[in-house]
């Protein structure tokens, strides 16, 4: 059985480290690991690494150039390499436990899933501040519904069957803003794909500084609201209704914050969920999402 695990890449270093923990994993014998690497560079800068990979590490690479600059480019040139009956995704800032494959695997081979996802947990260094380490902001899970459905879901850890993918592809208006992939798995579920989530199945991602602010997590936060407002905008033609609900949440969240000063997580935690239900407003009401990349 071949699963090919995808890895879009751009100028970053960490890469190495990615493919070290793709290199280590625990695997049925029966299970073949092959790595597709789309480089997002305008020059193949990622190359010399995918060949180290296969001669030091003896990982079966694939390497694909997709020199747009767009995530959403990158990651359809994976799709498209992608011929495996599991297909799953790691980003080349993340490093996956030696059982994550194994575990996605397990999830899907034999059952009646078709997606599923796992535990993005970041990592956080000692120097930076408290509350970052506390409010565990940065980590990524699925959203499950009160209703036990996940509707949406993020390419950071994931594994599909190949035949649920189709034709169906990452939008590039949003490769360069984000938001690309939270889209794909909305137009699944849509397509009545039901998504699962596998909290042991780990992958870890180290925090920058340069993330570890409240400004970068509110940027965040309200370029992730304008892409669920574009999704709901796809679904009705009344706007008008879901932003004022938003728009209320928003509310709701900034007063919870006011009351939260003297805790230095709590304030911060719904300030940054008003962010979000604030760019599902600004989405609604026409303007278009930030671009953080």
Not at 27 to 52: E, G, M, Q
Not at 84 to 110: K, M, N, Q
Not at 170 to 180: I, K, N
Not at 181 to 204: I, R
Request: net charge positive; proline share 5%; aromatic share 8%.
């Amino acid at each position: 059985m071949i699963v090919d695990v995808c890895v879009c890449t751009f100028r970053r270093p960490s890469l190495w480290d990615t493919l070290q923990s793709l290199a280590v994993q625990v695997l049925p014998p029966d299970v073949v690991l092959r790595v597709i690497i789309a480089d997002n560079d305008t020059a193949p800068s990622a190359y010399p690494i995918i060949v180290r990979a296969g001669a030091e590490l003896g990982l079966q690479c694939e390497y694909r150039h997709a020199p747009a600059r767009n995530i959403s480019i990158a990651r359809n040139a994976c799709l498209e390499a992608a011929t495996a009956p599991f297909v799953a995704f790691l980003d080349d800032d993340e490093v996956a436990d030696p059982s994550w494959l194994a575990t996605l695997l397990a999830a899907l081979h034999g059952s009646d899933r078709d997606v599923v996802f796992g535990l993005v947990k970041a990592r956080y260094s000692a120097s930076l501040p408290a509350w970052v380490r506390r409010a565990d902001l940065h980590s990524t899970h699925p959203v499950i519904g009160a209703d036990g459905r996940i509707e949406t879901g993020y390419t950071g850890n994931v594994m599909m069957r190949h035949s649920v993918i189709g034709q169906h592809r990452f939008d590039p208006v949003l490769g360069r803003s984000g938001g690309e992939d939270t889209q794909f798995f909305a137009a699944l579920c849509a397509l009545g794909v039901w998504l699962h989530y596998v909290p042991s199945a780990v992958v870890y991602e180290d925090v920058p500084a340069a993330r570890a602010r409240l400004r970068w997590l509110l940027m965040r936060a309200f370029r992730a609201g304008q892409v669920h407002g574009r999704i709901q905008a796809t679904r009705t033609a009344r706007t008008m209704g879901p932003a004022a609900l938003a728009a209320s949440k928003a509310l709701y969240c900034v007063a919870g914050a006011a009351v939260r000063l003297a805790s230095p997580v709590g304030w911060r935690r719904y300030l940054v969920r008003a962010t979000l239900h604030a760019g599902v407003v600004a989405r609604l009401l026409g303007i278009r999402e930030l671009r953080l990349y």
